[in-house]
């Protein structure tokens, strides 16, 4: 690995540097070796696990690594934080992969830093396995997303609802860099820092625009813009909720960060909510593309000196960006469902029978997932008459009216397609609540391997997946997921 740390460059108005705190007996739990292998590991570490814990907790630097706590504000459930920064967490530097791609390594779990509000630093075994094998499982959906490295036992105790193992993951992102690492400058009215972070992530994610010159604040707008209508638009079409889309939450890069309240949609519902802490139903599955067209609202505020010095100008220009967001939002949703329904998005007539199957779909309480696959299974296994029995029965006169809508299109194309967006098997809540008390109980992450088999093919029927496809018969009535701060 050859850090280049770049993030320190900015000036230490931008981090703490702190070093993360050792823990006391750590142990390599997961372990991603085709990530590792990207990241171009040397194959002396890669073979030494009692190492790769020394590193990976923290208690042993990489060479080159300058370890950093970054800090940013937020908007959390619509109210101004002005400070919030990396509580338990440290950029370790960032590198290139093997793709020429540059990528940030931080330790979540790993000690206090100037950021911590009174908090431990540490991370639960818990929440760090949810990490793993969600954003695992979301790459495998092709959901852009962090990725995670290892996951590492810090053979200490954590205190939430009571004692639990404590852990460590080390996280792999395009970046670091949220909304509110421009809020936390802007707020302050340090809008040369926000100039200098706008033109970090220029370089960093959208090289092309740093020959707009002065425009290119307006164009950075927009393509952030952009990565957050696809991001939203692909969580709506796998079921993902994200629980906590904070402005602290939300990538400049258009990735998934942030896992601690997040699960995923069984029941059609889109007021569905998971999170403990969202009591209100701000962040419910049907509401993400609204909040992220708020939350792009709130990064225009912070650009706008640069855009314009003259604030009319400014926001004539970044106005109509958000504003367009949520009519881009509405057409990604239709093609997206078209996509999943093997229909084509210009029709008329094709967006009605996508909106009415979800109103049957909720009416009649039926799986997200489940609805999808066995549509897609219908045109993949035409013999499966049970199966077509089963769907007249549920979606009364609308199967037959997207059967007949489907004889007007290519068969071969139509299931392709509809295969491509439909999974087979999701990383569901109540198949991920026990294999992560099963490894927290047995002190072994075999549990996880085995669903994370699955979840690595979700596109494909192999032979352990229908272990891990049934609906929670309780239909998730009651289940809540928590921070794990």
Known sequence: ????????????????????EPVRAPRLFLWNQELAEALGLADELLNDPQRLA???????????????????????????????GDGRAHLLGDLRDGSGRWLDLQLKGSGRTAFSRNGDGRCALGPALREFIMSQALQALEVPSSQSLAVVQSGETVWREGAEPGALVTRVAASHLRVGSFEFFARRGQFEQVRTLADYAIQRHYPELAEAGPQRFIALLEQVIQRQVELVVDWLRVGFIHGVMNTDNTAISGETIDFGPCAMLGVYDPACVFSSIDRQGRYAFGNQPGIAQWNMAR???CLLPLIDPDPERALAQALPLIEAMAPALDQARQRMMAAKLGLEPSRTEDKDLAEALLQRMQQGRMDYTQTFDRLTCCLEQPERQDLERQLNQELADWYPRWRQRQQQADPGATRRIMRRNNPRVIPR????????????????AAPAEAFLQVLRSPYQQLPATAAYQDAPADGDQGYQTFCGT
């Open 429 to 444: 809540n109540h198949h991920m609540e026990a294999v992560i008390q099963a490894c927290v109980e047995q002190g072994d």
């Open 1 to 20: 690995m050859n850090f280049i740390n770049s993030y320190q460059a900015l000036g230490p108005a931008f981090y703490q540097r702190i070093d993360p």
């Open 299 to 301: 990064l225009a505020e």
């Open 54 to 84: 020394q590193v990976f907790s923290g208690n042993r630097l990489l060479p080159g690594s300058e370890p950093i706590a970054l800090a940013y504000a937020g908007h959390q459930f619509g109210h101004f934080v002005p400070q919030l």
